[in-house]
């Protein structure tokens, strides 16, 4: 059993920066594929980022490459998500999630995080 909490997020203004954790329980982190995903009020979630279990490939949304990064530390069982150059429609809860692979579905989802941004 894996527990995701997510962390960091909170009000910023337009072009600012947030960074996002995800801490897991458990002693196989670094076997899961994390993934970000983002819901906005009255929209569908959506995927953001994805990190693979050792970090060495990462795979970004059109919509926030090269503004947001993903990492991950698996000695801290953690994975990050550093947002800069913030736009008022990233405005959303923003929620990890782990999966063994990319053909099953989500095994585990963290409880969300609110990221606002005003203009």
């Known amino acids: 059993q894996v527990q995701l909490v997510e962390s960091g997020g909170g009000l910023v203004q337009a072009g600012g920066s947030l960074r996002l954790s995800c801490a897991a329980s458990?002693?196989?982190?670094?076997?899961?594929?994390m993934d970000w995903f983002r819901q906005a009020p009255g929209k569908e979630r959506e995927f953001v980022a994805r990190?693979?279990?050792?970090?060495?490939?990462?795979y970004y949304a059109n919509s926030v490459k090269g503004r947001f990064t993903i990492s991950r530390d698996n000695t801290k069982n953690t994975v990050f998500l550093q947002m800069n150059s913030l736009k008022t429609e990233d405005t959303a809860v923003y929620y990890c999630?782990?999966?063994?692979?990319?053909?099953?579905?989500?095994?585990?989802w963290g409880q969300g995080t609110q990221v606002t941004v005003s203009s």
């Open positions: 458990g002693r196989t982190f670094s076997t899961y594929i």
């Open positions: 999630a782990a999966r063994e692979t990319i053909y099953v579905p989500h095994k585990y």
């Open positions: 990190i693979t279990g050792s970090g060495g490939g990462t």
